[in-house]
């Protein structure tokens, strides 16, 4: 009886740290600035990738203010394997393997913005795309390899593998519909996510989302249709 006892408290302990769930219409919220507050999400796949394509939804009023983390994949050869970046000079920061390229914006975005970004190592080529649009493509760590078993971190910016987080490197604001591919989506495939269809992300999918929150972070329903 004892041990039956003490396996359904583990039990309990596990799936109150652990969430598995559809996040359908649903936002993770960062009501404030902190070093302590993020998501960690687990990965269907810890394999090696040769080609990626993250999209998601972010949502917040820093972007006139100061620079902020989008998405940090981080491997245990480098904190910035995967990185996506607003710089408040009006510059998205794409980074792969520690390499980075810049993509400017006309406007700063002030409501709910749409982000899809793809690389592939057999060409360098990455492509991303603001709210179904896309920006002119450029080359980027040809030939590279994204390591295996990454930390992937919602709402701060790894500096070391699953940590050394910056207060004034955080996301405060909202964000959802976080998928991840380990291929390119075509044109045509990033339009059907932009428009709310579904392609069966293999690495991250929102709708079997596996992830731990940890501080100040909320789910709410989403702001955005």
């Known amino acids: 009886m004892e041990k039956l006892l003490w396996c359904l408290l583990i039990m309990i302990s596990f799936s109150q740290t652990f969430g598995h769930e559809d996040m359908f219409k649903k936002a993770f919220v960062f009501p404030k600035e902190s070093d302590t507050s993020y998501v960690s999400l687990e990965a269907e796949s810890k394999k090696p990738l040769n080609a990626f394509t993250v999209c998601l939804h972010f949502y917040t009023a820093l972007s006139t203010i100061r620079s902020f983390s989008v998405f940090s994949y981080a491997t245990k050869k480098n904190s910035n394997d995967i990185l996506i970046f607003w710089n408040e000079d009006k510059q998205y920061t794409f980074g792969v393997g520690g390499a980075e390229v810049r993509f400017m914006v006309s406007e700063i975005p002030e409501a709910p913005t749409h982000i899809c970004a793809s690389w592939e190592s057999a060409t360098g080529i990455v492509e991303f795309w603001i709210d179904g649009k896309p920006k002119v493509r450029k080359s980027l760590h040809k030939g590279y390899t994204v390591g295996p ?77």
């Open 149 to 225: 078993d990454a930390s992937i971190i919602l709402g701060q910016e790894q500096d070391s593998y699953g940590g050394d987080f910056d207060a004034k490197q955080s996301l405060v604001g909202d964000m959802g519909d976080v998928n991840m591919w380990d291929f390119v989506l075509s044109p045509e495939q990033i339009n059907t996510v932009y428009v709310g269809g579904t392609l069966s992300p293999n690495i991250l999918n929102w709708r079997a989302l596996n992830y731990k929150a940890q501080g100040d972070v909320f789910i709410k329903p989403q702001l955005w249709s």
